[in-house]
């Protein structure tokens, strides 16, 4: 077995682990100061104020390219499913008044008028 006070990973690693140790102290005492907090939030909000505007200025080059934003795109999608939901709505609303009439359906489910004009007679003429 080899020694381990000359194994050169075994020094690594103590010297890794007390690098981290001291390390960790630091950040501790670091974050537990009110001027760290104090930063934090100054940043957050800077952060958040450079978000804002470029948002704004995306929503401006949209704007002048002529396409719409996602507020527009999400807006459009709500309204189309809105229409859809009615027009299945309808759609089964038109079926039972078929049904109630007597209105022959399709094999498709499209209701079909009623068939009024008779075949022609053995001798070429209509009925």
């Known amino acids: 077995m080899t020694d381990k006070t000359n194994d050169p990973v075994a020094l690594w690693q103590k010297m890794v682990g007390e690098m981290e140790k001291g390390f960790n102290s630091f950040a501790n005492q670091a ?3 009110p001027e760290f907090s104090q930063a934090m939030n100054r940043a957050g909000g800077v952060a958040a104020g450079a978000q804002k505007q470029l948002g704004e200025l995306v929503e401006k080059y949209l704007v002048a390219m002529n396409l719409p934003s996602r507020e527009q795109v999400t807006g459009l999608a709500e309204r189309l499913q809105s229409i859809e939901v009615q027009l299945d709505e309808m759609k089964s609303i038109l079926s ?8 022959s359906q399709g094999s498709d489910g499209t209701p079909r008028p009623p068939r ?4 022609p007679s053995e001798n070429g003429e209509q009925k």
């Open 31 to 33: 974050m537990s100061s």
């Open 96 to 103: 039972q008044m078929a049904a109630s009439s007597g209105i």
């Open 116 to 119: 009024t004009k008779r075949p």
